[in-house]
C-alpha cells in the first residue's frame, strides 16, 4: 500500500520561509533560527 499524497496545507507548511531574512522555517518550529523572527503559519 502507498503512502496517501500529502494535502495543499502540509505542503504549505513544508515550504515556509521567513519573511524578515528568507531562511527557510522547520514545519513544526514558531520562530525562525536565523533572525529569531515569530512566524505566523498558513490558515487550514
Do not use: A, D, Y
Request: proline letters at 7%; a positive charge.
Amino acid at each position: 500500500m502507498g503512502t496517501r499524497p500529502r494535502t495543499s496545507f502540509v505542503m504549505k507548511l513544508k515550504r515556509r520561509r521567513c519573511p524578515k531574512c528568507g531562511g527557510q522555517i522547520n514545519s513544526q518550529r514558531t520562530r525562525c533560527k536565523r533572525c529569531h523572527e515569530l512566524q505566523g503559519r498558513p490558515k487550514k
